[in-house]
């Protein structure tokens, strides 16, 4: 037998991978690593998502009080009457939002960069993280009309006192930054999951 055609058995039970393991482990080395580039528009989807998951939840959660700044009165009398209820059915509505947005958000970052999608639904995480350290000190530096995310009003939000949920507010955010980097890395990996399922169509198993 020529020497050419036991050349990648050879490689194969040295290794101990297959071709495509090789390949993909290869491809992985140049090309794999945070992607801040990818992340980014993956942050832009998860924004965008957030946006319309939050209209649809808005509109759905009026009779409990959950709701954008359409109707203050109207809504703070509702979580007044039952501010239980509006407090449970607001945390479940708002991870629901943040988890699906950023699960969207980090499976577009890992299906463009292919490799290392958990990275990647960090670094669309860390783009957020950063987009609101950046916004809130311009808006404190600025004043609160440049606080872009305030004015987009796009979160769900429990309308009670805000002095009375001081603990809440904390626990909440700690909450939210959880099931976001969660989903985030959920979705980059299930993203980057289909790369894989076409290198084994095109390469075998």
Not at 7 to 22: F, L, V
Not at 124 to 129: E, F, G, Q, T
Request: charged share 10%; hydrophobic share 55%; glycine share 14%.
């Amino acid at each position: 037998m020529a020497s050419g055609d036991t050349q990648p058995a050879a490689h194969a039970a040295t290794s101990g991978n297959t071709i495509r393991e090789d390949v993909v482990a290869k491809q992985k080395e140049q090309f794999g690593g945070m992607r801040f580039g990818t992340a980014f528009f993956g942050w832009l989807t998860a924004t965008g998502a957030a946006v319309l998951l939050t209209a649809l939840v808005a509109g759905a959660g009026a009779a409990v009080g959950l709701g954008t700044q359409a109707d203050p009165e109207q809504t703070t009398a509702a979580a007044t009457e039952n501010a239980a209820t509006v407090g449970l059915i607001g945390a479940i509505a708002l991870g629901v939002v943040v988890f699906v947005a950023y699960f969207c958000g980090g499976y577009v970052a890992g299906r463009m960069a292919r490799f290392s999608g958990a990275k990647q639904g960090i670094a669309v995480w860390l783009w957020a993280l950063i987009v609101a350290v950046v916004l809130a000190i311009v808006g404190a530096i600025a004043g609160s009309q440049f606080n872009v995310l305030a004015n987009l009003n796009s979160f769900p939000r429990i309308p009670i006192n805000e002095g009375d949920l001081a603990l809440g507010s904390i626990i909440t955010a700690i909450a939210i930054a959880i099931v976001s980097l969660g989903g985030a890395i959920l979705g980059g990996l299930a993203g980057m999951r289909y790369h894989r399922k076409v290198d084994k169509a095109g390469l075998g198993r």
